[in-house]
């Protein structure tokens, strides 16, 4: 029997069609890699599917749970903010661990490359020619609607098509009816994102910084004097 994808396994949570998916790939400084997913789908969907979604969906996770596949993945079912929600997560010690383990990227993308010269990191994301979760028919409907591809890097990015980044954190926006796309990044890892702030800011900064040590050291010396 084919052994079920995790992909699919989340989607099945909902036991229905439509669902958002936000991946984030976390790289850490210490070089770990974190990868965490979350499917999203709207509760006043799941209602005309359930009367209990928060029942439902921690049935169906137990299930998943007893079949010891995923048992290295963290995963958990909950409803939150008009949403229901089934999440997974996993952390990898390299990146050599995470592409050849990580089922969620090795279903989305068909090549991995990953490069560190000791200076510079460059991922490079090929993606499958065709991503069977965006297909739909006259008979069925797509099981995703939109994937959210994030990653969050505590370097300077230097090079990537990234669509929108905010608070380091790159997102890549995919929708049904598109073609995946590749994912390109490169950063130093001789600058931290800390490089980012501008000079300007650290100058008015540090001029705060000292004006209000000035102001203190002359409060204390007044309040010692007036004794």
């Known amino acids: 029997m084919r052994r079920i994808k995790i992909l699919f396994l989340f989607i099945v949570l909902f036991l229905l069609s439509g669902c958002t998916v936000n991946y984030r790939l976390s790289i850490s400084e210490s070089g770990e890699i974190e990868e965490d997913i979350k499917f999203l789908e709207s509760t006043s969907v799941l209602k005309t599917f359930s009367n209990s979604i928060q029942s439902d969906l ?8 007893q079949s010891g596949i995923y048992d290295s993945y963290t995963m958990d079912a909950f409803v939150e903010d008009g949403y229901g929600i089934g999440t997974g997560k996993r952390v990898y010690s390299s990146f050599d661990n995470f592409k050849n383990n990580s089922i969620i990227v090795n279903e989305m993308f068909e090549d991995i490359s990953i ?9 490079h994301l090929k993606p499958v020619s065709n991503f069977k979760y965006f297909e739909e028919s006259s008979m069925y409907s797509s099981l995703l609607d939109k994937v959210n591809f994030e990653i969050n890097i505590p370097y300077k990015v230097i090079d990537g098509n990234y669509d929108k980044e905010e608070n380091g954190v790159y997102t890549w926006t ?33 001029i705060i910084f000292v004006i209000l040590l000035i102001s203190v050291y002359v409060y204390i010396k007044y309040k010692l004097n007036s004794k």
């Not at 921690?58 to 749970?65: A, I, T």
């Not at 490069?115 to 991922?123: E, Q, W």
């Open 115 to 123: 490069i560190d010269n000791g200076k510079v990191v460059s991922i």
């Open 58 to 65: 921690d049935k169906e996770l137990q299930n998943v749970k």
């Open 174 to 206: 995919i929708n049904k009816g598109e073609s995946l796309k590749g994912i390109n990044i490169s950063y130093s890892t001789n600058e931290n994102i800390i490089d980012k702030i501008p000079l300007s800011i650290w100058i008015i900064s540090s």
